[in-house]
């Protein structure tokens, strides 16, 4: 619509401008100012439609597609060294920045559990190289943030043993507990940096804390399991810890496991609650039942069944 316009008023500009309405004789065509007039028009014309016209795209398509084949290359490029760099490691299983490449080209190449497994090498020789301990720790999370959860906090804590003064690797920290929706974790993050005497400007942690205390009905139940339960539990498939007030309603809290990623010690919190804004009772059976399938249902078997449990005095429940 926009190239019909202006066609139609230059069409116009040069009626008149010739018939200088009636006038023709008046008009010398070889007059420089009408010539760099209608030039100008021309090349305005030609620029407008170049820029709204598929052209350019089509360039810039064409460069995307380049990249992308740079790209591909590259990848192929690395897949084939790495059977070279495995081999190098094999024979000086301590060259550390081998190990580093190979996390790294594993990465590119979306191998996540082999990047991980190399980083963790790496850093088994060399620890204090802050930028590669959290590389391990993206890769973790993104390989699985809930079951490498014990590797990723220990690695922040060797990240801070190195600087406890950086406030970015406390953030992180706090991000990875809110994607994991633990707010046990978030508390003692906040707690840590509000009570470190090197870090300033806490305002907003203090606010940060202070609020979740205020909008959170809080309880906590740490359950350990003894040596024996735990040997016995961590075969079954799919596991449940359900906290019910009464034994013939509703479960007030559940936390699922899997058995091959159970702990001596779980933790059970408002995040388990099966209703958010319920309120939390004060005192609870705990049950512990298996299952093939990862969700509850009416057909659960029942492993265990604990006494009462006053959730307003007792912060641990020991099983054996």
């Known amino acids: ?38 030039i100008i028009l021309l090349i305005f014309i030609v620029m407008v439609f170049y820029n709204t016209s598929k ?31 495995k081999s190098r490691l094999e024979s000086d299983p ?9 996390a790294k080209s594993y990465l590119i190449t979306d191998d996540l559990l082999s990047s991980s497994y190399a ?12 930028i590669i301990l959290e590389e391990y720790i993206s890769s973790l999370i993104n390989l699985d943030p809930k ?18 003064t950086d406030i970015n690797i406390y953030n992180m920290q706090l991000n990875y507990s809110i994607n994991i929706n633990d707010s046990s974790l978030t508390r003692k993050i906040l707690k840590n940096i509000i009570e470190n005497p090197n870090i300033s400007d806490k305002e907003q942690y203090v606010s940060a804390l202070e609020e979740m205390e205020i909008s959170t ?9 003894s040596n024996k339960i735990y040997n016995k539990l961590k075969d079954v498939t799919n596991l449940f810890f359900i906290l019910k007030e009464f034994s013939e309603g509703p479960p007030f809290a559940v936390y699922r496991v899997k058995g091959i990623n159970l702990k001596q010690k779980i933790n059970i919190n408002a995040n388990n609650k099966m209703i958010k804004d319920i309120p939390t009772p004060k005192k609870v059976n705990l049950y512990i039942k298996s299952s ?7 057909n659960l078997t029942e492993i265990y069944k604990s006494d009462s449990i006053n959730l307003s005095k007792e912060q641990q429940y020991k099983i054996d």
């Open 55 to 85: 052209i350019s795209q089509h360039h810039e398509y064409d460069k995307i597609l380049i990249k992308h084949q740079e790209i591909r290359n590259n990848i192929s490029a690395i897949k084939k060294n790495i059977p070279k760099l």
């Open 1 to 38: 619509m926009i190239y019909f316009i202006l066609i139609i008023s230059l069409s116009v500009y040069l009626i008149f401008l010739f018939r200088n309405i009636g006038e023709r004789s008046n008009i010398l065509i070889m007059d420089k100012s009408i010539i760099t007039t209608i």
């Open 217 to 225: 009905d809080n309880f906590e139940l740490q359950i350990i399991l």
């Open 292 to 298: 093939s399938k990862e969700t509850v249902d009416t």
């Open 119 to 130: 980083y963790e090498k790496a850093i088994s020789l060399r620890s204090d190289d802050k």
């Open 147 to 164: 079951s490498h959860k014990e590797k990723i906090l220990d690695t922040f804590e060797q990240i801070l043993a190195l600087d406890s």
């Open 94 to 102: 301590t060259y550390y920045q081998g190990w580093v490449m190979l």
